[in-house]
């Protein structure tokens, strides 16, 4: 493939992966209002659209055309620039995550993702674990104290249970051998005497997978760890003093970064793209995508059954069941793994 072609082919499936994601985001907000409405024996939306399929395009419009107000008592560069950041740091991450083989389109072969890179694991943590500055730095801008305490609880949060979430993960990497996300799923293809998947899951690595889930919740900061807006106690937290499409960049951050850790978690531990395959060829194209997307929505539904379910944390019981649970557990799975590798070389 020469420069033109790879740049070309590298352009299309940015805005495709773009596209797709922003449509997913508006989507997952529906889902949730719709699945959240059911568990409470409400209908959700029903009223733009059938079903009310055309209330994310409707709730677009309200943000889009709503009047932008700035209070005067704001910090004003970094006012404006925490929802940038918020929602940048949000969309970068898919960039280096796999949704599916390596496809061959006349004499074009091309990998499922935007760019192929040896530590993409690596880079989606790093650029997640930047997120929070858009939350942090929207708290103290607005010189508010409920914004200012919420910023606090989300800078505090991504320090507890981003230790935990990083260690549950080092088993996943010992199996593997590789930071790579396409060498992970290739390393989880196959089955176990004929009819288990090879799947981490079923690998040992089941409460990894746990915490992985959980601190998830939290580093997303949603319910039950949803501190940071805690709307009972702090009004709306970070993002009080925000309207208009500065309010709408904070929801399109937290649910992108949603869609990003359910693209991990069924990358990890869920074997990726890898399900059963049948049919003409381009069905047989077709259907690792599927499969992917399939168990990506999965842990979306997830995370709303959750979020109709469970109440919120006090401050305290999140604190301690970061430090106090989550951490010795990651470290005692760590340990556990690597010494099973150890034996089995």
């Known amino acids: 493939m020469n420069l033109t072609t790879f740049i070309i082919v590298s352009v299309i499936k940015t805005v495709i992966a773009l596209f797709v994601l922003l449509t997913a985001v508006a989507y997952s907000v529906w889902l949730e209002r719709k699945v959240v409405g059911h568990i409470q024996n409400r209908w959700g939306p029903t009223r733009v659209g059938p079903f009310g399929l055309l209330q994310p395009l409707a709730d677009g419009a309200k943000f889009l055309f709503k009047e932008d107000l700035i209070p005067p008592h704001v910090y004003k560069p970094l006012y404006i620039a925490a929802p940038m950041l918020a929602v940048m740091f949000a969309l970068t991450s898919i960039s280096v995550i796999p949704i599916g083989n390596v496809v061959t389109i006349g004499n074009i072969k091309t990998p499922l993702q935007i760019t192929d890179v040896n530590i993409g694991l690596l880079i989606v943590l790093g ?46 990497l010992i199996l593997a051998g590789s930071f790579s996300l396409r060498a992970i799923v290739d390393a989880q293809a196959g089955t176990f005497w004929g009819f288990i998947p090879r799947w981490n899951i079923f690998q040992g690595q089941i409460i990894a997978f746990f915490i992985y889930l959980t601190a998830a919740y939290a580093e997303t900061n949603r319910v039950p760890f949803d501190l940071p ?18 309010f709408a960049m904070f929801f399109m951050a937290e649910y992108a970064n949603m869609i990003t850790v359910a693209c991990l978690a069924s990358l990890l531990f869920l074997g990726g793209w890898h ?17 992917f997307g399939l168990r990506v929505f999965m842990f979306l539904f997830i995370y709303i059954w959750v979020r109709g379910t469970l109440p919120r944390f006090r401050y305290d019981q999140l604190m301690a069941f970061g430090w106090k649970f989550l951490l010795p557990m990651a470290i005692a799975n760590l340990v556990i793994t690597a010494l099973i590798v150890a034996i089995r070389s």
């Open 275 to 291: 399900g059963p395959l049948f049919g003409p060829p381009l069905l047989q194209a077709i259907l690792p995508v599927f499969w």
């Open 229 to 246: 807006e805690a709307e009972t106690e702090l009004v709306a937290g970070y993002h009080t003093e925000y309207s208009a499409m500065k």
């Open 127 to 172: 650029i997640t674990s930047l997120g929070v500055y858009g939350v942090a730095l929207a708290g103290w801008s607005s010189n508010s104290k409920y914004s200012l305490l919420g910023g606090l609880r989300a800078s505090a949060q991504m320090v507890s249970y981003e230790i935990s979430l990083g260690l549950s993960l080092v088993g996943v």
